[in-house]
């Protein structure tokens, strides 16, 4: 039996868009007269990529859109002889909709979706005219509306708290970014006649092992007398009744019971299941979406935010997610490649703060798919929301349209009630004040529409029913930004006592030099060139940015003058910035992750960049990794092997296993001198049960006490590095960790004896084997059309590591430099000598999951 899709009649329509000034153009009728220049059009798409499209931002200044009405027009050749369904996902704000110079819709919401009948004489002809008119927000804004208790420091125009719109390009924060303008989501023209899903909404919840499916769907073009519909949920058939509608359309609805359903599982402890939804009508089978099964807890106790799924308990860590194409918000290839990356990592849950947009359903269906928990926000962001019955509908129809796009969506988990929402009123000393909409009206509706999703007041927040500021870190969802832009040492994290980082570790990441010569010419443009210094994340009102942070680190750590260093040596000074951030971020993720920390869940702020330069993401603009992304994903894996400094205790292993098998094998632990000798070389069994964790002393391991740390200081430090591996009972290598010791600011080396060896392990398959005669720290591979697998690790002397390439350019053979923090030499990658002929297989290597 074939599968239709809906067929729309604007599919591949022309579109066109101009610009006038506000209010002079009051009917599409009057554009005829205007002599202004007209713009080919991508739709959906915005004002912004439609300049883009043409020869990046031309001549007009993408930083003032909204200042200008603008106009989107196409016509379009309807079929049939009846009405047709015009609708739109998605308008930003505010927004009316012409059919042949009617005013059809209108819009004041960025996230509410508008749609209507239209009929026509066909007699006339058979073509419509569409166009659709965005008001200058700059004029809406002019008109003055009551203030908020509070003013926001994100934005300047305090009137965006009455306006339901995205704060890109708003905020001061996203200065790169242009405002969107335009028909963001997707537009439809259906011909009612004509069998098809309109729309439908799909619930699904577990019981016991019992799963069940609540299904509503639009439909046109069914035959009177049709009483009911057939729905397959994977393999289990089940009936919709049918309620026939007006213009053509019916609702059906009913429920499908699914026994022994597979549950659906963050990738990092099982397998995500997902069940197809189809209905057949005529003949004909439209595919309705996937639903998964899963339970929901959550462990509030004592402060605390701890998930389970399935009644297994989940450590969430991953980023603040933001739109891979911000101008145009059109970019399935790079959501997918970024989403996959991610679920790649380790990374099982992502964050879409308040400052963005709902996200599109591709993303939603890419989420499930690969296994990753979605915590979403509320479009609400520092400003006071307004206490009125108008603001709350408005409000409550984005929510409400939202729970129905991802409805049967198991990766939604947390619902949230906006980014900061609570820190501005508390930080401007209003403790006192509640928020209407976020601690009674939206509560209220999340519990009615979606009662298997977790609800927050907002992020950060305090405990409920606890007398705790909201800027208190030690309980509730914490924003922790000690390790950052507050400049505490690195061991603040052991005081913090933070249970759940809904934000943390923000720093000015400077991407790849490769990255960087492409996007500004030269590495030497960082750190001073204004286009560099545009890009750089920065407060709104703060005498300092976040680049003067990662600066600091630098000092602090390695004891070096990044001032200086940049002036004689730029290469230089964005690595010891690079190990800077990578040393914050082991320092911080590497004590959370440890099985007695007390957090249960870490998302930095962002995983992505905006736009090119130093910003927040630990992926650059194009989702190409920076240094700290390798360091994020060595405390993600689902099977992880962590070591830390306990002080006078000495190095800490913990070994955690999120795999629903359990581990059984062998700890080695091999400390080594600076000449390359092995002093110490020990070996311990360990077996680490499904969902469990082991913590032990390296002393325990050792069988005596060796002062590896040298915290003792009985006479000269005698280690240099330790090599904690992690092996089956096959002796492959699962995990390593190689730990330097002694300070963080070793001494500049005229060579360590670098060697980077590339070889073909299959058709498209590469491999970069490094060693290093010396003890190496922070080797980073640069290579042109490959990404390494991993990068920005230590070598230690004598020290061995096959790191695994992916493709993702044209180039045949591998080119690149592989160098180290503490050496002047790097090394060109080489193919391989006779000397030294190409492997087969890659021993010890940790296998893909």
């Known amino acids: 039996m074939a599968r239709y899709s809906r067929a729309d009649l604007l599919d591949g329509a022309d579109w066109r868009c101009i610009a006038t000034d506000p209010g002079v153009v009051s009917n599409p009728a009057e554009l005829a007269a205007i002599a202004g220049e007209w713009h080919r059009a991508t739709v959906p798409g915005t004002v912004a990529g439609a300049i883009r499209d043409v020869d990046g931002p031309g001549p007009i200044d993408i930083k003032s859109l909204d200042t200008m009405d603008w106009w989107f027009v196409t016509r379009v050749a309807t079929t049939g002889e009846g009405s047709w369904l015009l609708h739109f996902d998605g308008l930003t704000a505010f927004a009316d909709v012409w059919v042949d110079n009617t005013l059809t819709i209108s819009s004041e919401s960025m996230f509410v979706p508008g749609e209507a009948i239209v009929t026509r004489d066909t ?16 004029a809406v804004l002019s008109s003055r509306r009551p203030r908020g208790r509070w003013r926001s420091a994100l934005v300047r125009e305090q009137g965006l708290r009455w306006i339901r719109t995205t704060m890109l390009g708003r905020a001061a924060v996203f200065s790169g970014v242009p405002v969107p303008v335009g028909p963001w989501r997707g537009v439809r023209l259906l011909d009612t006649h004509k069998v098809g899903v309109v729309s439908r909404v799909l619930e699904a919840s577990v019981n016991d092992d019992a799963g069940q499916v609540e299904i509503t769907a639009r439909l046109s073009g ?60 005529g003949g004909k089978v439209f595919e309705l979406g996937n639903v998964g099964f899963r339970s929901l807890e959550v462990d509030r106790t004592a402060g605390g935010f701890r998930l389970s799924v399935n009644d297994i308990d989940v450590y969430c860590r991953g980023s603040l997610w933001v739109p891979t194409d911000p101008i145009s918000f059109q970019s399935e290839t790079l959501t997918t490649q970024v989403l996959e990356r991610c679920a790649g990592a380790g990374v099982n849950m992502l964050r879409v703060p308040g400052t963005m947009v709902y996200e599109s359903d591709h993303f939603w269906n ?79 509706l999340i519990a009615d529409l979606a009662p298997h999703v977790e609800y927050v007041t907002s992020s950060p927040s305090a405990p409920p029913e606890r007398e705790e500021l909201v800027t208190h870190v030690g309980s509730g969802i914490a924003h922790y930004f000690g390790v950052g832009a507050y400049r505490r040492p690195l061991d603040d994290v052991t005081r913090a006592r933070v249970r759940f980082a809904a934000e943390c570790l923000a720093f000015a990441i400077p991407p790849s030099n490769n ?50 260093v940049r002036w004689s040596d730029p290469e230089r000074y964005l ?26 869940g870490a998302l930095t702020l962002a995983l992505m960049d905006l736009e090119p330069g130093p910003g927040w993401g630990v992926l650059d603009w194009q989702g190409t990794p920076k240094a700290p992304w390798y360091v994020l994903r060595r405390y993600s894996k689902p099977l992880a092997l962590i070591v830390t400094d306990d002080g006078m205790d000495g190095l800490r292993l913990d070994v955690l296993n999120e795999t629903a098998q359990p581990v059984v094998g062998e700890i080695r632990i091999r400390a080594h001198s600076r000449s390359g000798i092995v002093p110490v070389n020990a070996v311990a069994a360990v077996r680490i049960e499904a969902h469990g964790s082991q913590s032990l002393s390296v002393d325990t391991v050792v069988g005596r006490f060796t002062d590896l740390t040298h915290v003792f200081k009985f006479g000269p430090a005698n280690y240099d590095a330790v090599t904690v591996t992690l092996e089956n ?112 297989s890659t021993p010890k290597r940790v296998p893909r999951r």
């Open 123 to 138: 007699t006339s002809g058979r073509e419509i005219t569409i166009a659709i008119h965005f008001h200058s927000m700059a």
């Open 222 to 281: 069914l035959p009177s007398g049709v009483v009911a519909v057939a729905v397959v949920v994977g393999a289990v058939r089940g009936s919709l009744a049918v309620k026939p509608g007006r213009d053509g359309l019916s609702d059906v609805t009913g429920v499908v019971e699914i026994p022994d359903v597979d549950l659906w599982w963050p990738h990092t402890h099982g397998v995500p299941h997902r069940y197809p939804v189809s209905i057949e009508v």
């Open 366 to 444: 890419e989420c499930a798919r690969l296994g990753i928990l979605v915590w979403q926000d509320a479009m609400l962001a520092t400003l006071d929301p307004p206490d009125t019955a108008e603001f709350f509908a408005l409000f409550s129809a984005e929510i409400r349209t939202f729970l129905r796009r991802v409805g049967g969506n198991p990766a939604l988990v947390v619902f949230c009630g906006g980014s900061e929402t609570e820190q501005q009123p508390a930080m401007l000393g209003l403790v006192d004040q509640k928020i209407s909409i976020i601690h009674s009206q939206l509560p209220s």
């Open 515 to 564: 990255v960087i010569e492409s996007a500004f010419g030269s590495v030497s443009a960082a750190g001073h060139h204004p286009a560099w210094k545009a890009a750089v994340p920065r407060d709104n009102g703060s005498s300092w940015d976040f680049e003067d942070v990662r600066d600091h680190y630098v000092k602090t750590l390695f004891g070096e003058d990044p001032s200086e």
């Open 575 to 600: 690595d010891l910035g690079r190990a800077a951030i990578c040393e914050a971020f082991g320092a911080v993720l590497g004590h959370w992750r440890r099985a007695d920390s007390g957090c249960d």
């Open 729 to 840: 009972s096959e002796g492959m290598v699962l995990d390593e960790v190689v730990h330097l010791l002694g300070s963080v600011a070793r001494p500049l080396e005229r060579s360590l004896g670098l060697s980077a060896i590339a070889r073909s392990v299959g058709e498209e398959e590469w491999v970069v084997d490094v060693t290093s005669e010396g003890t190496a720290q922070y080797v980073s591979l640069d290579l042109q059309g490959f990404d390494p697998e991993d990068s920005w690790f230590h070598l230690a002397p004598g020290g061995s590591r096959t790191v695994r390439l992916r493709r993702v350019g044209q180039a045949k053979m591998v080119i690149g430099r592989v160098r180290a923090l503490n050496s002047h030499a790097s090394v060109a990658v080489a193919p391989p000598t006779v000397a030294d002929p190409p492997r087969v």
